[in-house]
T-cell receptor
């Protein structure tokens, strides 16, 4: 089966750095996605990791360790607009769809 | 130019009614999906279609019937609506049928409330 765990809520202040962790247990592995979802809006793609290591994209970075079943999303220089839910997702066994974690709601305060 | 569009955005209806939600994508993608997001924000795959053919049906009650008239459209029809069907339904699309390795683009969602 598939199991994805991430913290339910996190808080941080503007300008800070926050790391959102995700652990997963899957029958197979085809890569891991991070999506951002603002309240009342659709999820939007942030990153995709299929190999171990760090992928950097502006203020956001995503890390993957396949041997540990672990990923994190790193957000630097936090802004108020980063307040959102961050969804970790991995493939189902057939590789035909994504299984999402329950999401981490990040609140950024001034 | 909306990439993935859904109608309606809000849907309020009584238990027992039948309703449909429409989805269209203008990205030229081959694969479309329906997801359900419950009140706890848990996003769960319901169906996946590739070139009008069903790929995934994730143990969804047969009151839910997806229909894909062409690869740009995937509609969701729900019969005999129940209170537990209240949720936000998201349509999404991706280029490849292996949605696990390809970025998915989501529509704005349809908030369904069953009274």
């Amino acid at each position: 089966g598939q199991n994805i765990d991430q913290p339910t809520e996190m808080t941080a202040t503007e300008g800070a750095i926050v790391q959102i962790n995700c652990t997963y247990q899957t029958s197979g592995f085809n890569g891991l996605f991070w999506y951002q979802q603002h309240a009342g809006e659709a999820p939007t793609f942030l990153s995709y990791n299929v190999l171990d290591g760090l992928e950097e994209k502006g203020r956001f970075s995503s890390f993957l360790s396949r041997s540990k079943g672990y990923s994190y999303l790193l957000l630097k220089e936090l802004q108020m607009k980063d307040s959102a839910s961050y969804l970790c997702a991995v493939a189902n066994q057939a590789g035909t769809a994504l299984i999402f974690g329950k999401g981490t709601t990040l609140s950024v305060s001034s | 130019d909306t990439a993935v569009s859904q109608t309606p955005k809000y849907l309020v209806t009584q238990m027992g009614n039948d309703k449909s939600i429409k989805c269209e994508q203008n990205l030229g993608h081959d694969t479309m999906y329906w997801y359900k997001q419950d009140s706890k924000k848990f996003l769960k795959i319901m169906f996946s279609y590739n070139n009008k053919e069903l790929i995934i049906n994730e143990t969804v009650p047969n009151r839910f019937s997806p229909k894909s008239p062409d690869k740009a459209h995937l509609n969701l029809h729900i019969n005999s609506l129940e209170l537990g069907d209240s949720a936000v339904y998201f349509c999404a699309s991706s280029q490849e049928p292996q949605g696990a390795t390809d970025t998915q683009y989501f529509g704005p969602g349809t908030r369904l409330t069953v009274l």
